[in-house]
């Protein structure tokens, strides 16, 4: 790989990660200090822009995501995406030291194989770009089946026990997140590019909805549980996969194709989805042991 990889992409890949996985530590502990609102809320913004440590936590999300941008243009989606996804094991690190405990052996292990699974998964499909502009015909009739997704996971967040409500709301955050990465990519293939033109297009509108509703939909995933990072991981596998999908079907991207390379990318999509299960049923273990924890200090 070219110098400017290992150099510039590499070190930026990681250093938002970092930025990213301390982001949502701020955020998840910052919801945790002002009432409780009902998904969709944007009250809860409100609330949240009122603490210090939130506003230095959207400071924290936007360098790391002009470290993406740095990352994205010195170094390929393969490289990038995989060391992106560490944000999560910066989250755990970060909370550790926070709260002055050990990391747990167990979320490390659902955390690290949730991201090396997708990582694995990145670099096996290894995802290459298709057209510039959507592919008009599937825009509409996808777009309002993602919709579905997210109103059916607001549906079984309303109805699922209280401790498993970060999964759809964190799949819902996933879900918007994914669309808006997918409607940027379309705006950013603008050309001449320019405001003027920018503001004629309708994702530019459609993003300014989607965004702002997926960020606040991530407070409310972090707001349910008591550790973020079940929520942190949901977000951080699903976002790409969620993008990447909608490469696939609305600028024709491609992934490797034949018996290894699919059987590869199966494989490590069950490697995936098996990190975030033992994640979120050890994160519910720890989650009442701090509880007790808490409960017994106060007696």
Same mark, same amino acid.
């Given at each position: ?59 924290? !999300? ?51 194989? !949730? ?115 079940? !929520? ?16 696939? !079907? ?50």
């Amino acid at each position: 790989m070219a110098p400017a990889v290992w150099f510039v992409g590499v070190p930026a890949a990681v250093g938002a990660a970092a930025s990213f996985g301390g982001a949502g530590l701020l955020q998840h502990h910052a919801t945790h200090r002002v009432p409780e609102r009902e998904p969709m809320n944007a009250a809860l913004l409100r609330d949240l822009l009122s603490l210090p440590a939130f506003r230095f936590s959207l400071l924290a !999300a936007v360098v790391g995501f002009a470290l993406q941008v740095v990352a994205l243009h010195a170094a390929p989606l393969p490289v990038v995406q995989p060391l992106l996804v560490t944000g999560v094991m910066f989250y755990l690190g970060y909370a550790a030291l926070l709260l002055h405990r050990p990391m747990d052996s167990g979320l490390v292990t659902g955390a690290a194989l !949730a991201v090396a699974g997708l990582a694995g998964f990145l670099l096996v499909a290894s995802p290459s770009a298709g057209s510039a502009s959507m592919s008009g015909a599937v825009v509409l009739p996808l777009g309002v089946g993602l919709a579905g997704l997210v109103l059916a996971a607001l549906w079984a967040a309303a109805r699922v026990p209280r401790r498993l409500r970060p999964l759809p709301l964190a799949a819902a955050t996933a879900v918007c997140y994914g669309i808006t990465a997918a409607l940027v990519r379309s705006l950013t293939s603008i050309s001449p590019m320019s405001v003027a033109a920018v503001v004629q297009h309708w994702q530019l509108y459609a993003v300014a909805v989607v965004g702002p509703l997926g960020f606040l939909l991530n407070q409310n995933a972090f707001q349910e549980g008591r550790l973020g990072s079940v !929520a942190v991981a949901v977000i951080t596998v699903g976002d790409p996969l969620v993008s990447i999908s909608l490469g696939i !079907a609305w600028f024709d991207d491609t992934l490797r194709s034949g018996a290894w390379p699919v059987l590869g990318e199966v494989a490590t999509l069950a490697v995936m989805a098996g990190g975030i299960v033992l994640l979120t049923a050890r994160a519910q273990q720890v989650a009442e042991a701090i509880r007790l924890q808490a409960k017994g200090r106060r007696r």
